[in-house]
């Protein structure tokens, strides 16, 4: 996929932001990390993508996935592939 915008919105200690990161670093997505905690204004633009405070929170070119796991962020990213053809 050549998305040109993914960024990933984490909380450092979030067990399942970890394992977002862990799928996209196996499969070699170029992605930026965004530490909400350590940034009150990236804290509020994940809100206002996502419309709530979990995360994580990936953006891939506008579009949003929330409060994931690994195999919904699996789905989600086949999905983008796919319409990426």
């Not at 995360?55 to 996935?65: C, H, K, W």
């Amino acid at each position: 996929m050549n998305a040109t915008n993914i960024r990933l919105f984490v909380k450092p200690w979030c067990g399942w932001c970890q394992k977002a990161v862990r799928w996209l670093d196996a499969r070699g997505v170029d992605y930026e990390t965004v530490d909400v905690t350590a940034d009150a204004a990236a804290f509020d633009e994940m809100v206002r993508l996502s419309g709530q405070e979990l995360a994580p929170v990936i953006e891939v070119d506008g579009q949003i996935l929330a409060d994931f796991g690994p195999e919904e962020l699996a789905e989600f990213w086949a999905k983008l592939e796919k319409g990426a053809k």
